[in-house]
């Protein structure tokens, strides 16, 4: 049976360094820095102090006084992005049949700052009263996805993906395979984190994940740099409009890129370290260029996991070099993380739109604070420039915690 072909038809971004795609696009290509001392909390007393926040953001544009309060911050992320994925496809809400529009929208860790304040809550008072009946539902992970449903009307497939960093990439990876095996014509997919709490900073402090350069906060998320000690968290979320193909070429649809491949693995190895040598990143990036039916020559970009993390940054490399043989020097590999910080459940979606404006616009963004390359990392990082070079097809990579891979292929398309 013929696969049906899948195009991207809609963009939207909530990010760090802008807050809608436009603005999201021009700070990469300027190598806009979106880190800064955290404002969200007192971070006094934490090791870490700074964060990569997004700023700017007015949730009224989106929603009135009262659905603001009864939306965490992260459902107010994704649910902006959403929009302007829909609005940026312009497609007839009256025209479509919403039974064959569905949503596909994770979140690594949910709504963690309404956990935290409602735990506050009961401890302070001893008391379940004082707990709000708006409690589960800003909290749960998959209220993003059920509410993008509502606001819309979409009928179709309407669910999460939880895989830690690879959330927002699993969930492209679903929203493209309904779409192939015909269940719906038309998909929102994409991811969202909103993170950067008390209990936020702190766990992954206790865990010395993230870095503490708190007198050089501006340096600090530095991907395959030899002096990097840590990711630098973010905050945000991104969607997509993936659509089968005549259908959107039946509307009239603009077309970014065609999602013609996806490779999805385990490293079955270790809670939080990769495997070694990046071997589930290997088997990722093989399985997209065979799914996408190219070859290794076809691929011409890269936007890396990249999280400035001693461990992921070597090991992705190899993986790249074990796929990509002495091919692997002619590639463009860049991480945009050294922008806007690791978002978490939403760095794959943010990071895919990433891919393909560059694919669309012959342009790769740079990677910022890569000042003394580490020798195990000799690839081409786009290093504190842009790369302006012809892009037939690139590849975006998301690795998460419990050894979850995927790697998205996108093309330019042709009819």
Known sequence: MTKKRVVITGLGAVTPIGVNVPDYWQALLSGKNGVAPITLFDAAKFDTKFAAEVKDFNPENYFDKKAVNRLDRFSQFAIASAVQAVDDSEVNLENLNKERCGVVFGSGIGGLETLQNEHWKYFQEKNPGVLSPFFIPMMISDLAAGQISIRFGFKGPNYATTSACATSSHAISDAFMLI?????????????????????????????????????????????????????????????????????????AKIYAELAGIGLTADAYHITAPAPGGEGAVRSMKISIEDAGLNIPDIDYINAHGTSTPHNDVNETKAIKTVFGEYAYKLIVNSTKSMTGHLLGAAGVVEAIASILSLKNNVIPPTINLDNPDPECDLNYSAKTVTKREIRAAISNTFGFGGHNASLLFKKFKE
């Open 180 to 252: 192939q095996r015909g269940s719906a014509d038309l998909m929102v997919c994409g991811g969202s984190e909103a993170s950067i709490t008390e209990m936020g900073v702190g766990g992954f402090n206790a865990m010395r994940a993230i870095s503490t350069w708190n007198d050089r906060y501006l340096e600090a998320s530095r991907p395959f740099d030899k002096d990097r000690n840590g990711f630098v968290m973010g905050e945000g979320a991104g969607s997509l409009i993936l659509e089968e193909m005549n259908h959107a070429i039946a509307r009239g």
